[in-house]
């Protein structure tokens, strides 16, 4: 049986990284990151159980923008609540539709740092 890995435990993996490296010019900000978390879970609804494509996530190292993006055959938005929400908190979304007819959506979301 397949494990299931949530969106923020890939991206909370990274901000402790990314937060090492810029540590002691720049910290979290607590309230960024629980937003960004609630974000994940609002990703997580919407992929699981039946997301068939793969997930990367990103820490932009010059702006320390996260980017989320999903490759995959299609992503069907089944609570359009939760997408509107996952919208609004993203400072950017791009879409990619390439001629094999896979797809890639991607969300940006500002850095969550601030300075120390």
């Known amino acids: 049986m397949q494990s299931f890995v949530s969106c923020f435990d890939i991206v909370k993996m990274l ?6 490296r810029l540590s002691p010019t720049l910290e979290v900000n607590k309230a960024a990151l629980d ?11 919407l992929t699981d159980p039946d997301f068939t494509g793969a997930f990367c996530a990103e820490i932009n190292k010059e702006t320390h923008a996260i980017e989320l993006t999903f490759y995959t055959l299609s992503f069907e938005v089944t609570d359009c609540n939760a997408f509107a929400m996952v919208l609004k908190a993203a400072q950017e979304v791009t879409f990619v539709h390439a001629e094999d007819d896979k797809g890639e959506l991607k969300f940006t979301f500002e850095s969550i740092w601030k300075d120390a």
């Open 15 to 20: 901000v402790d990284e990314e937060t090492e």
């Open 35 to 45: 937003r960004l978390e609630a974000v994940c879970q609002l990703l997580d609804v």
